[in-house]
Nanobody, 115 residues
Framework: QVQLVESGGGLVQPGGSLRLSCAAS????????VGWFRQAPGKERELVAAIRWNRGMVYYAGSVKGRFAISRDNAKNTMYLQMNSLKPDDTAVYYC????????WGQGTQVTVSS
């Protein structure tokens, strides 16, 4: 079964940057689209960015557009999320998965934006 491992989170001040990574072991991501999701305390998990493997088409939620950038490395079966100009509202646990989600969720990586 595919295991997803997210990494790269941490505590950062407002305006700072982080780069998240997601590796899939025991299998591969979907041949179509994959995405980054986040779940803030007391809120539902939401899709923040998605990318199609082959055509490179991307989607960003309005709240992160212009600040986040999703990318993928097919050869490494890995995807990334570059997060710039972080805001306190970006505080959440970040997850990766196929889009729509079809794999078992990983542990996620905590991102905390605070001064």
């Amino acid at each position: 079964q595919v295991q997803l491992v997210e990494s790269g989170g941490g505590l950062v001040q407002p305006g700072g940057s982080l780069r998240l990574s997601c590796a899939a072991s025991g299998g591969t991501f979907s041949s179509d689209a994959v995405g980054w999701f986040r779940q803030a305390p007391g809120k539902e998990r939401e899709l923040v960015a998605a990318i199609r493997w082959n055509r490179g088409m991307v989607y960003y939620a309005g709240s992160v557009k212009g600040r986040f950038a999703i990318s993928r490395d097919n050869a490494k079966n890995t995807m990334y999320l570059q997060m710039n100009s972080l805001k306190p509202d970006d505080t959440a646990v970040y997850y990766c998965n196929n889009e729509p989600p079809t794999l078992r969720w990983g542990q996620g990586t905590q991102v905390t934006v605070s001064s």
